[in-house]
């Protein structure tokens, strides 16, 4: 498939049958550049998280079976996976016969890896609704916004009092740069330092509200952005992002040290 064959934002026809050439990546490469990000020299760790509730192939005797799963792609991986690519992938076993669950698994294993360039995993079932680390909500900072796009990082800054805190917000809103349709997530930060002005920072995720960036890009934008412009010692950044076409992402970085945060999901999942 090549970039004109892009299924995002057309018609596109209902795929009849297991194809894995449906899969599209795309470079990570060609995001980072634009933010000054070097994949030979990344500052972060991390992944981004898919859960995919609808999902189901035919058994041997052609009775539909259902699952959800849970897809873990590295963030170093070369290619980011695209979201609608992956919808039209994942409706391509409706209809094909498979001897188990465990086929299908090994099939969305293999043909993930392949197009993301790096091993991705997959098991069934999605993680429980959760709030995740207990932070403290921006959202009421007491500000007055007037600026939507493109994302300011000048509107980020830090004290002198070095502190530990999980800070989270719902207010994070960008666009898909195809279509121009809304993704909305919460988005988390864990972070020891300078303490990070909250209306600031406020004003800085509302700054996304107009901007158009796939969400690992907007993600990692904030990452280097946060450490850039509040210089903390250690910083993580989930965000988790709503579910559309049957699936939401849930893109994690974070400096080297800092484990996996532990799956869960928001109640707008």
Not at 85 to 112: H, I, Q, W
Request: proline share 8%; charged share 25%; with cysteine.
């Amino acid at each position: 498939m090549t970039a004109h064959d892009l299924p995002l934002g057309r018609q596109v026809e209902y795929p009849r049958e297991y194809d894995a050439s449906l899969l599209f990546p795309i470079a990570r490469a060609n995001g980072r550049r634009e933010i000054g990000l070097e994949d030979s020299a990344l500052p972060f760790i991390g992944s981004d998280r898919w859960h995919a509730y609808e999902l189901g192939w035919l058994d041997m005797r052609g009775r539909p079976r259902t699952a959800t799963a849970t897809f873990t792609v590295p963030a170093e991986s070369p290619n980011l996976i695209e979201s609608k690519s992956l919808k039209l992938y994942l409706n391509s076993f409706n209809a094909t016969r498979f001897d188990g669950a465990e086929p299908v698994r090994a099939a969305m294993e293999r043909d993930l890896s392949k197009t993301a360039g790096a091993p991705v995993a997959v098991a069934f079932g999605v993680p429980t609704v959760d709030r995740g680390v207990p932070a403290a909500s921006i959202d009421e900072a007491d500000v007055d916004i007037d600026h939507y796009g493109p994302p300011r990082a000048q509107y980020l800054s830090a004290g002198t009092a070095v502190v530990e805190e999980t800070l989270s917000s719902a207010a994070l809103k960008s666009n898909c740069p195809v279509t121009g349709q809304p993704d909305w997530a919460r988005v988390s930060i864990h972070y020891r330092g300078p303490q990070i002005d909250r209306a600031g920072l406020l004003r800085y995720f509302v700054s996304f509200r107009d901007h158009c960036e796939f969400h690992e890009q907007c993600v990692e934008r904030i990452f280097k952005d946060l450490l850039e412009h509040a210089k903390p010692q250690a910083l993580s950044v989930e965000a988790r992002y709503t579910r559309r076409g049957g699936l939401d992402i849930n893109p994690w970085r974070a400096t080297p040290g800092f484990a996996m945060p532990l799956p869960g999901r928001d109640e707008r999942q």
